[in-house]
């Protein structure tokens, strides 16, 4: 028998009761002599150890204490002999096999019905299961928290009574709260709200809290103790109690304020990809029209006399109409449609030859200050960075009312994945930079943001055309170049260009020689323009210089006459943009039909296709709108002398 007999124990069938509870019990249940021998040992003992109760009783309990452990004994069988309980104590012992399991212990004194104390009693219960379930969730929340803190996902916890609120430590920085300080209260987390948009989050959650709102999200700034300001979002799920009141509500926060950065700058770029196409349309009109004017008026005032009171009235217009066409160069310019002429150059050769220019357009009240140290080399026109230039230049002496001091720096720099993060429109890697800073009143966010756009000016009524920094925008693109802006009002303003560098070899110079008078001819032109005033006037100059012209303003019209044509054509010329088929497509037809005449392609803008074509050699040139009379008897003299070498087909 298992159970020990005992000298005053209860009636037999209490007694049989209690053995049979003792037998059946799925923990082990052992009692001892005070020095520590088995006297019983039940069925959940042999169980969890593996020994039969015959192996166990009369000898020592150390036999299921590990070696590591056996100090536990003594100090247990002292507590039962000193009348103490030992309730929940987690240890390890040892099975028959050897192998260690985890167990809960409650031991307790066995007492005589004199109340001395005979021996001990022991309940042991197998927690191996449950330590491998809180393993598991300990390493389930560790890999939570993980994947929490490295997604930079914050989240929290309101409860419905007393308004108390959990915050992760993710949570707290994302709210520049140091964590364990937040208050833990809905007013804590209110009161870190942007003052223009609390009143919005506690109205949000003021109608999920009364259960209109199970779902919520919403999007806010919050304003660090600092001062910075930082714009995040949450998503939350409410739960309520069966009479509808809050249970609880949970959610998750991330930081999206890189993110709405990145996306408004993407709008800046698609608005000013979209105005810059505007502006090449507006401009190519517009060009059209300005040419009939000077062109008219260049015809008319050659034909008068010196002396002739008229011929000043007619110069008037022609300037007038140059003061526009240059306005109209700066829409091209932004619209990134122009034609330059790039070559390798230093860019502390361009500002070391327009300092003493700068000297005086800023004046004495301005310092200029120059660092040129860059040894890397672009590939970029020249004359058009000398315009950019004078453009920042003047920009920046408008924002210096009182004075000041204006630093025009070049240097090689590398921009980092850092920094192109920080800005997608600026590429990592190597760039020759050049940067113009000033002293002046600055600029807040939203004329930043703006500060490219054409006709956006500060300036105020009849200061400012609001093209010149657009068509530095343009130029900087149109030459592979990325410019960037750092203003802040009172701080002045940094603008920064970055041009790719080249590694092609420094262009040696061409002095300049003066222009022979232009001279006319007898060759055979094809001119085609859809604009019928602009192409009256260029049939009119041409036969002026005694070609023979043959002028349409439908480009399949040239085609056809072209085809059935019987003399010879020496020289196309045609705009770009016509109505019906493109001037390329048009010459290209031309091409198949055996036509192997040169052309000019005339326009108030030029398609980068176009442009791949005007090289040296091949017989195509350009001629930009407007043009003069002048200008356009020149160019076709030279396209009609060039020697050619290989026609584009």
Not at 375 to 389: I, S, T
Not at 514 to 524: H, S, Y
């Amino acid at each position: 028998m298992r159970w020990p007999l005992r000298v005053d124990r209860p009636p037999e069938s209490h007694w049989q009761l209690l053995a049979a509870i003792v037998e059946s019990a799925e923990d082990a249940i052992i009692s001892h002599t005070p020095d520590g021998l088995i006297l019983s040992w039940n069925a959940g003992a042999e169980k969890l150890f593996g020994f039969s109760a015959s192996e166990v009783i009369g000898k020592s309990l150390s036999m299921i204490v590990p070696a590591d452990r056996s100090s536990e004994l003594p100090a247990n069988l002292a507590c039962q002999l000193g009348g103490e309980y030992v309730k929940n104590r987690e240890t390890v012992r040892q099975r028959k096999d050897g192998s260690l399991i985890p167990v809960q212990l409650t031991l307790s004194p066995v007492r005589d019905h004199h109340g001395q104390i005979i021996g001990g009693a022991g309940i042991l219960r197998d927690i191996s299961e449950r330590q491998r379930a809180e393993q598991a969730l300990r390493e389930a929340e560790e890999r939570m928290r993980f994947a929490l803190e490295v997604s930079h996902v914050g989240v929290w916890q309101h409860e419905g009574a007393g308004d108390r609120v959990f915050w992760s430590d993710e949570l707290a920085l994302m709210h520049g709260v140091k964590p364990g300080t937040f208050g833990g209260y809905l007013a804590d987390f209110l009161a870190t709200v942007h003052p223009d948009e609390r009143d919005g989050v506690q109205s949000a959650i003021g109608q999920a809290i009364v259960g209109q709102r199970r779902e919520l999200t919403v999007e806010y700034t919050t304003v660090w103790p600092n001062g910075t300001e930082h714009r995040l979002s949450t998503t939350a799920h409410y739960t309520y109690g069966p009479s509808g009141d809050l249970r609880r509500g949970a959610g998750v926060t991330v930081d999206v304020t890189e993110q709405r950065s990145l996306e408004d700058q993407l709008r800046q770029a698609q608005k000013m990809e979209a105005v810059g196409q505007l502006a090449g349309g507006v401009a190519h009109d517009f060009n059209n029209m300005l040419n009939v004017i000077i062109g008219y008026a260049d015809v008319m005032s050659g034909q008068l006399a010196a002396d002739d009171p008229h011929r000043s009235d007619l110069q008037e217009i022609v300037k007038a109409a140059k003061r526009s066409a240059a306005l109209t160069q700066q829409l091209v310019a932004f619209s990134r449609k122009q034609i330059l002429q790039p070559r390798v150059l230093q860019l502390r050769d361009v500002v070391d030859g327009m300092t003493p220019m700068l000297r005086r357009l800023l004046g004495e009240a301005v310092d200029l200050r120059t660092m040129t140290s860059e040894r890397g080399r672009v590939k970029a026109d020249a004359g058009q960075l000398e315009q950019v230039l004078v453009n920042l230049i003047l920009n920046a002496r408008d924002a210096m009312v009182d004075g000041g001091t204006l630093t025009i720096e070049t240097a090689d720099v590398v921009v980092d994945d850092g920094a192109s993060r920080q800005d997608p429109n600026l590429p990592a890697g190597p760039y020759v930079m050049i940067a113009v800073s000033d002293t002046g009143i600055g600029m807040d966010s939203p004329t930043r943001r703006r500060v490219f756009e054409p006709f956006f000016s500060t300036k105020g009524q009849g200061r400012g055309t609001g093209l010149g920094l657009a068509s530095v925008y343009g130029v900087v693109k149109q030459s592979g170049g990325h410019i960037t802006v750092r203003s802040e009002l009172g701080r002045g303003s940094t603008f920064t260009i970055y041009l790719p560098p080249t590694y092609d070899s420094p262009e040696s110079g061409r002095g300049g020689l003066a222009e022979a008078p232009v001279r006319g001819g007898v060759e055979t032109i094809l001119l085609v323009e859809d604009e019928s005033a602009l192409l009256d006037f260029g049939r009119k100059v041409l036969e002026q210089y005694g070609y023979a012209v043959h002028a349409h303003n439908d480009p399949n019209e040239a085609v056809r006459f072209a085809s059935s044509f019987t003399g010879g054509i020496q020289l196309i010329v045609s705009d770009v943009v016509l109505a019906g088929l493109s001037g390329p497509t048009m010459v290209a037809r031309l091409r198949q039909l055996g036509m192997e005449a040169p052309v000019i392609y005339v326009s108030g803008y030029t398609a980068e296709a176009i442009v791949r074509h005007i090289t040296p050699g091949t017989g195509v040139s350009f001629l930009p709108k407007p043009y003069s009379s002048l200008d356009l008897a020149r160019k076709v003299r030279d396209a009609l002398d060039a020697p050619v070498h290989a026609l584009p087909r």
